[in-house]
């Protein structure tokens, strides 16, 4: 039987879909065309209105092939959030599976496909197809999220934060090192809450404490830092500990007090301005990353102004932004003051005005530089030039790359030693060296 399926959304989303096809994977052939696929199976994303819309659009383009005879099963955060709703809008598919269903989800692939066979039960996070190179890894560390920000739908589809035990973390780790993988990524909704339902305190750098102990050629990154609990400890243990790429993903949403707390996030900018601060002095060739978003109601212009202020203290290595998007169910959905959508774009325009200008200086400063652990990730044929990477770059192409001109034919994974010789804005141009 052929199986054709779609990952819609986060690389969280992307780590579930890949234990759906380790559930099916000895008794199903993974097609890369729907064509010829016998079962379709689409995991969606529900987080924001444009995924909602990616997903539904992406499903009617697949209903299509039903009429070669396939069935077709959507899962994941879309019927999880609009159970009822989804199956009136939608009655081409013949079976939505909702992510509290996952468990039992062999049984439900099942009973819609009618086969002799039976497919294993196994929905693991160690029995996975990966679809992820073969030199790195996700791995999440927990499910769900105990904040609750005014703005986000997380909560209300994921629930309250399920961590995995430590054990079964290092168990997972130790097999992707025992493979050769050499960058593994730890993911959560919230990372640094690691551990507080099951241990009741936070346990991230317990957990760290435990997987740099295993033998290896390895790096761990962590993704979705929450900044109020990027604790001292965690600093000061990713500075000793050189298996811990320094790289601090943490999204601020906003810098201004009023926002935040409307936001229902704690924290406020002189307390976000010291912990970078801090980060950069303890670290100083660590990476900072956040996220931003504008448009959010109540937001005045001046507070555009003093956000760019803050972009310019800190000057962030990556920065991404979203416009606001009101979703059902938050708290945000109470506030008055919704601002245009050209407003938006415009504040959002300006924000990026002036990350571009910090990504560019950051990028000419690296010129001359050699940096001695990039790793290959692509070959570009136009340019002749392989596709890099370093810690400094998150996977996914979400922080650009460095194009490197080799001396000799390079492997995926291999890591190589690069002078950088070019730059802009979010790329960087190099040559190989010994």
Do not use: W
Not at 104 to 125: M, T, W
Not at 309 to 326: E, H
Not at 373 to 378: A, G, S
């Amino acid at each position: 039987m052929n199986l054709y399926m779609v990952s819609l959304g986060c690389a969280k989303n992307q780590v579930d879909t890949e234990m759906i096809l380790g559930v099916c994977k000895e008794e199903m052939t993974l097609v890369e065309s729907p064509d010829n696929a016998d079962l379709i199976i689409v995991n969606t994303c529900a987080f924001i209105e444009p995924a909602r819309k990616e997903a539904i659009e992406t499903i009617l383009q697949l209903a299509d092939y039903k009429q070669n005879g396939a069935k077709l099963i959507v899962c994941g955060c879309l019927p999880q959030r609009y159970k009822e709703e989804i199956k009136n809008l939608l009655p081409e598919v013949d079976r939505f599976i909702s992510i509290d269903e996952y468990k039992d989800i062999a049984n439900i692939i099942n009973s819609v496909i009618e086969s002799s066979f039976k497919l294993n039960n196994d929905y693991s996070p160690l029995n996975r197809i990966y679809s992820t190179p073969s030199y790195m890894r996700y791995v999440k560390i927990s499910e769900g999220c105990l904040n609750s920000c005014a703005f986000c739908a997380i909560p209300l589809i994921r629930g309250r934060l399920k961590s995995r035990t430590i054990e079964s973390i290092v168990e997972e780790v130790q097999m992707h090192v025992n493979d050769g993988v050499y960058e593994i990524n730890l993911i959560s909704q919230d990372t640094t809450k690691y551990g507080f339902d099951l241990y009741k305190e936070l346990k991230i750098v317990d957990l760290l404490s435990e997987l740099v102990k295993i033998d290896g050629d390895f790096k761990i990154r962590l993704l979705y830092l929450y900044p109020d609990i990027v604790t001292d400890e965690l600093i000061e243990f990713i500075k000793n500990n050189p298996k811990i790429m320094p790289y601090f993903d943490i999204p601020i949403q906003h810098s201004e007090d009023h926002l935040l707390k409307k936001m229902y996030r704690r924290g406020n900018r002189e307390y976000l301005l010291n912990l970078f601060n801090k980060i950069k002095n303890e670290i100083p060739n660590s990476i900072l990353r956040t996220t931003l978003i504008v448009g959010f109601p109540y937001e005045e212009p001046n507070d555009i102004d003093n956000l760019i202020d803050f972009i310019n203290q800190v000057k962030f290595d990556r920065l991404g932004s979203f416009t606001f998007s009101l979703e059902e169910g938050t708290k945000a959905v109470d506030y008055p003051n919704i601002i245009p959508e050209a407003v938006k774009q415009d504040r959002y325009d300006r924000v990026m005005e002036a990350q571009l200008k910090i990504a560019e200086e950051k990028n000419k400063a690296m010129v001359g530089k050699v940096l001695d652990d990039v790793f290959i990730i692509d070959y570009d044929p136009e340019s002749f030039m392989y596709v890099a990477r370093s810690y400094a770059y998150a996977p996914d192409e979400i922080d650009g790359c460095i194009f490197v001109a080799a001396r000799y034919e390079l492997k995926l994974g291999q890591r190589v030693k690069v002078k950088i010789l070019d730059y802009d804005t979010y790329t960087l141009t190099g040559e190989q060296v010994e």
